[in-house]
């Protein structure tokens, strides 16, 4: 069989599945069965699959159909500018969460030498990407999974920014460690009882550690806020994702905590997603 008609065949499976995309996910699952890029796939449609190579690519679009992201079936995610491992332990970054960096680098436009605290690092897309553009930057991140940190180890050492990196593993309320000039975090913040309504392939499949933020979506939230009114210097700055409709109780708790809101961003779908705030 010929790549095109391999992923013919895939797709109307997908499809069949109410998979978003068919098409594109099984010409990103090709690449990955025959160890090519998607560029490879577009290129040569009717070079012919070795077998082994056909088994592979229908393993994945067996797990593709019951919802496994793409992302963990290759095992990578493009975030910022700079691809990422993923792991099914590791929340998958989204564009959304780009509005961290965004703001991180539009506020340390003409500052040097900055060290920098990630509460909750996953993959390590926030804090790599922040350290591979700042090149005299100092990032610690914490997490609270050993797998989370390794995955970020790994990514750190794919970036060339293990150098200026610290990584501990270490609840957010037991963390004591230094004082920051800017603090950023994409803590949990699904309500507990929403996660079962999610997308399917994020119900399923994302880790629930990174997703459930307690009762009112706000458990988590509630300590990262406390900590980094701890830990961040008079002046610094505080770059938080937040929940669609949290804007107005995320907002009392970072004042309650002597912090000064300075902005509030939307994400694509023009939700309220990330908040800045300078500690006073």
């Given at each position: 069989?010929?790549?095109?008609?391999?992923?013919?065949?895939?797709?109307?499976?997908?499809?069949?599945?109410?998979?978003?995309?068919?098409?594109?996910?099984?010409?990103?699952?090709?690449?990955?069965?025959?160890?090519?890029?998607?560029?490879?796939?577009?290129?040569?449609?009717?070079?012919?699959?070795?077998?082994?190579?056909?088994?592979?690519?229908?393993?994945?679009?067996?797990?593709?159909?019951?919802?496994?992201?793409?992302?963990?079936?290759?095992?990578?995610?493009?975030?910022?500018?700079?691809?990422?491992?993923?792991?099914?332990?590791?929340?998958?970054?989204?564009?959304?969460?780009?509005?961290?960096?965004?703001?991180?680098?539009?506020?340390?436009?003409?500052?040097?030498?900055?060290?920098?605290?990630?509460?909750?690092?996953?993959?390590?897309?926030?804090?790599?990407?922040?350290?591979?553009?700042?090149?005299?930057?100092?990032?610690?991140?914490?997490?609270?999974?050993?797998?989370?940190?390794?995955?970020?180890?790994?990514?750190a050492i794919k970036l060339n920014v293990t150098s200026r990196l610290k990584l501990y593993k270490s609840y957010v309320d037991k963390f004591n460690l230094g004082?920051?000039?800017?603090?950023?975090?994409?803590p949990p913040y699904i309500k507990k009882s929403s996660l079962k309504y999610l997308e399917r392939e994020v119900a399923k499949f994302e880790p629930k550690l990174a997703?459930?933020?307690?009762?009112?979506?706000?458990?988590?939230?509630?300590?990262?806020?406390?900590?980094?009114?701890?830990?961040?210097?008079?002046?610094?700055?505080?770059?938080?994702?937040?929940?669609?409709?949290?804007?107005?109780?995320?907002?009392?708790?970072?004042?309650?905590?002597?912090?000064?809101?300075?902005?509030?961003?939307?994400?694509?779908?023009?939700?309220?997603?990330?908040?800045?705030?300078?500690?006073?």
């Open positions: 069989m010929n790549i095109q008609k391999a992923i013919i065949h895939g797709a109307k499976i997908l499809k069949n599945n109410f998979v978003p995309n068919p098409q594109l996910d099984c010409e990103i699952l090709m690449a990955k069965s025959i160890n090519k890029d998607r560029n490879f796939i577009l290129l040569n449609p009717k070079n012919l699959i070795d077998k082994n190579d056909l088994s592979k690519f229908y393993k994945l679009i067996e797990q593709r159909s019951l919802g496994n992201p793409v992302a963990y079936l290759i095992n990578k995610k493009f975030f910022w500018n700079s691809e990422f491992i993923v792991t099914n332990e590791t929340l998958i970054p989204r564009p959304d969460t780009e509005l961290i960096i965004e703001n991180v680098m539009r506020l340390t436009k003409y500052k040097s030498k900055i060290n920098f605290l990630d509460i909750g690092v996953g993959s390590g897309c926030i804090i790599l990407s922040i350290l591979k553009d700042r090149k005299d930057f100092y990032g610690t991140g914490i997490d609270i999974s050993k797998k989370c940190l390794n995955i970020t180890k790994i990514n004082k920051y000039d800017l603090i950023v975090s994409n997703l459930d933020g307690g009762l009112d979506g706000l458990s988590a939230i509630r300590k990262v806020i406390k900590k980094s009114a701890e830990l961040v210097k008079k002046k610094g700055k505080f770059v938080l994702e937040i929940g669609f409709d949290q804007k107005s109780r995320v907002i009392n708790l970072l004042k309650k905590e002597g912090f000064y809101i300075n902005s509030i961003q939307k994400d694509l779908a023009n939700n309220d997603r990330c908040i800045v705030s300078t500690k006073i």
